[in-house]
């Protein structure tokens, strides 16, 4: 048994259905800079199982999105690897690109932008269909893209609208569809409901949980709203300047949190009841580029804790027990 495996996924049946191994992002920087490269994700480990939700969260900078879109190979990793039911993912030739759109998929955050103005709602979701030559006709894709905007709470009658005519909730909705028409097993959800109202946010989430289950969906889920997170999520990686900092399931997360970084970012969110907002840890300071991250401890600069070895030698991420790593040098019990 993968020793990484998570306490909800425990048992022999739970298939591994992606493993990314030391992925590396590095955008190049121009010349007033000296050259310096740009590290968004600067070397990051992790599994995910078939059928689980696993949230990516931090801060705005820290990594999560770029995580996302290196996944998809809509950006190219610098280095590491990307592997897919087994097999490297790689994006050299078009072949390749075709077969990772069909495994995996992308929800993106804004979907006023992601969609085509002069696309109706039945053209964009058709599209995917008509790239891959999908279809023996247009009446077949038609029938195939009606049961789409049905499984995702769309008219019929809305088949011929165009994004400008539709709600944010309708526009997201036709970005779930378009993502579900080729059938993938994983979609990447890169902050879906961020841009939504919070009544619109819960039917966008109960329907992709709906939908989870019908078609047996994995779920990648990039998002700076812990609430969201741990109401949607089954497990959560934390990210700080490009880095896994912590990673266990949503329940050792949010009720016993190791890291110092994910202590504050959970005492960040407000409460409804000011008497019970303790506010234990308080993230000061602003985070370092990642042009020049510093030495040791990526969040050595924003530590309380921090001292001696936290500014040299960067920490590994350690098992403290269930699955529930963490990359700390000052953590003496759990």
Do not use: W
């Given at each position: 048994?993968?020793?990484?495996?998570?306490?909800?996924?425990?048992?022999?049946?739970?298939?591994?259905?992606?493993?990314?191994?030391?992925l590396?992002?590095?955008?190049?920087?121009?010349?007033?800079?000296?050259?310096k490269?740009?590290?968004?994700?600067?070397?990051?480990?992790?599994?995910?199982?078939?059928?689980?939700?696993?949230?990516?969260?931090g801060?705005?900078?820290?990594?999560?999105s770029?995580?996302?879109?290196?996944?998809?190979?809509?950006?190219?990793?610098?280095?590491?690897?990307?592997?897919?039911?087994g097999?490297e993912?790689?994006?050299?030739?078009?072949?390749?690109?075709?077969?990772?759109?069909?495994?995996?998929?992308?929800?993106?955050?804004?979907?006023?932008?992601?969609?085509?103005?002069?696309?109706?709602?039945?053209?964009?979701i058709?599209?995917?269909?008509?790239?891959?030559?999908?279809g023996?006709?247009?009446?077949?894709r038609?029938?195939?893209?009606?049961?789409?905007?049905?499984?995702?709470?769309?008219?019929?009658?809305?088949f011929?609208?165009?994004?400008?005519?539709?709600?944010?909730?309708q526009?997201?909705?036709?970005?779930?569809?378009?993502?579900?028409?080729?059938?993938?097993?994983?979609?990447?959800?890169?902050?879906?409901?961020?841009?939504?109202?919070v009544?619109?946010?819960?039917?966008?989430?109960?329907?992709?949980?709906?939908?989870?289950?019908?078609?047996?969906?994995?779920?990648?889920?990039?998002?700076?709203?812990?609430?969201?997170?741990?109401?949607?999520?089954?497990?959560v990686?934390?990210?700080?300047?490009?880095?896994?900092?912590?990673?266990?399931?949503?329940?050792?997360?949010?009720?016993?949190?190791?890291?110092?970084?994910?202590?504050?970012?959970?005492?960040?969110?407000?409460?409804a009841?000011?008497?019970?907002?303790?506010?234990?840890?308080?993230?000061?300071?602003?985070?370092?580029?990642?042009?020049?991250?510093?030495?040791?401890?990526?969040?050595?600069?924003?530590?309380?804790?921090?001292?001696?070895?936290?500014?040299?030698?960067?920490?590994?991420?350690?098992?403290?027990?269930?699955?529930?790593?963490a990359?700390?040098?000052?953590?003496?019990?759990?």
């Amino acid at each position: 048994m993968d020793e990484n495996k998570p306490k909800t996924h425990q048992n022999e049946d739970a298939k591994l259905i992606l493993r990314v191994e030391d992925l590396c992002v590095y955008y190049q920087s121009g010349r007033l800079t000296r050259g310096k490269p740009i590290k968004a994700v600067d070397g990051i480990s992790f599994s995910v199982y078939k059928g689980e939700s696993v949230g990516i969260v931090g801060e705005s900078g820290c990594g999560k999105s770029t995580t996302g879109y290196a996944i998809t190979h809509l950006i190219p990793p610098t280095s590491g690897k990307i592997f897919f039911d087994g097999e490297e993912l790689k994006s050299r030739t078009s072949k390749d690109r075709a077969l990772i759109a069909k495994k995996i998929q992308l929800i993106f955050q804004n979907s006023t932008s992601s969609l085509n103005p002069r696309f109706s709602a039945g053209q964009a979701i058709e599209e995917p269909f008509l790239i891959h030559k999908i279809g023996n006709s247009a009446a077949e894709r038609r029938e195939r893209v009606l049961e789409l905007m049905a499984a995702v709470g769309l008219k019929e009658t809305q088949f011929d609208s165009y994004p400008h005519e539709l709600s944010g909730g309708q526009r997201q909705r036709i970005g779930i569809a378009r993502a579900l028409s080729l059938n993938p097993e994983l979609i990447v959800c890169d902050e879906p409901v961020s841009a939504l109202d919070v009544s619109v946010q819960a039917q966008i989430l109960n329907l992709m949980k709906k939908l989870q289950e019908q078609f047996g969906l994995t779920y990648i889920f990039i998002s700076h709203d812990l609430p969201v997170v741990q109401h949607f999520c089954d497990r959560v990686i934390v990210m700080y300047l490009g880095n896994i900092v912590e990673m266990a399931d949503r329940t050792q997360i949010f009720k016993s949190p190791i890291h110092p970084y994910t202590k504050a970012l959970i005492d960040s969110v407000p409460i409804a009841d000011p008497k019970k907002a303790t506010l234990e840890e308080v993230i000061e300071g602003d985070v370092p580029s990642p042009q020049n991250p510093p030495s040791g401890c990526p969040f050595s600069t924003r530590c309380k804790a921090a001292s001696g070895d936290c500014f040299v030698k960067k920490p590994m991420l350690k098992d403290y027990g269930n699955g529930h790593l963490a990359a700390c040098h000052r953590v003496t019990c759990h």
